[in-house]
């Protein structure tokens, strides 16, 4: 069956770069048509999607971040990793990655993974 | 960008009802609709996708429908384990964009 999990740090400062690692159980990034995103969620507040990248490298970001995001995956070890920088308090939020096939929404999700960012 | 608007933000019902929560599209998004369920702490679940196909496993309950800007998420005989927070999505365009979540309470 399809799982994923994200990981990374539960604590980052302000103007550092957060790196997050989705390591992916059940399905290969190398099959046509499947991608992997980020979505995340604001204590008390709506989900905000992040990034997508696909089996074949497309990346797409969200144009409100989109300089500060860098997407990547390793299919050898079915891992994608999101990177943000320069952090800043409002970023804190739980950050979850999610499975998706083109042509459909999310369907399997992470547990999430809660990011504070404090001095 | 396409923004997403649910209604109500909020709603209370009862073990037993039927409720409806709507969502708009501020543009067209064909079919590229889908429902998650969000409950405390836990990841959100889909629930719906194309606007009116149920996810595997997902009970017959729970039914979607429109097309184009205005949609629907109809669920039935509440129990207590549908009550939760309940949020749409379109992925017709980039960047996917979610509503904001309405919160299904017990009355």
């Known amino acids: 069956q399809i799982t994923l999990k994200e990981s990374g740090p539960t604590l980052v400062k302000p103007t550092q770069t957060l790196t997050l690692t989705c390591t992916f159980s059940?399905?290969?990034?190398?099959?046509?048509?499947?991608?992997v995103g980020w979505i995340r969620q604001p204590p008390g507040k709506a989900l905000e999607w992040l990034a997508l990248?696909?089996?074949?490298?497309?990346?797409r970001y969200s144009p409100s971040l989109k300089s500060r995001l860098t997407i990547t995956k390793d299919t050898s070890k079915n891992q994608v990793v999101l990177t943000m920088t320069n952090m800043d308090p409002v970023d804190t939020a739980t950050y979850y990655c999610?499975?998706?096939?083109?042509?459909?929404?999310?369907?399997?999700w992470g547990q999430g993974t809660l990011v504070t960012v404090s001095s | 960008d396409i923004q997403m608007t649910q209604s109500p933000s909020s709603l209370s019902a009862s073990v037993g009802d039927r409720v409806t929560i709507t969502c708009r599209a501020s543009?067209?998004?064909?079919?590229?609709l889908a429902w998650f369920q969000q409950k405390p702490g836990k990841a959100p679940k889909s629930l719906i996708y194309?606007?009116?196909s149920l996810q595997s496993g997902v009970p017959s309950k729970f039914s979607g429908s429109g097309s184009g800007t205005d949609f629907t998420l109809t669920i039935s005989s509440l129990q207590p384990e549908d009550f939760a927070t309940y949020y749409c999505?379109?992925?017709?365009?980039?960047?996917?964009?979610f509503g904001q979540g309405t919160k299904l309470e017990i009355k």
């Open positions: 999505q379109q992925y017709n365009s980039y960047p996917y964009s």
């Open positions: 059940g399905f290969s990034l190398s099959t046509s048509g499947v991608g």
């Open positions: 990248i696909y089996w074949d490298d497309d990346k």
């Open positions: 999610a499975h998706r096939r083109l042509g459909y929404p999310f369907d399997y």
């Open positions: 194309a606007a009116s």
């Open positions: 543009q067209g998004i064909s079919n590229y």
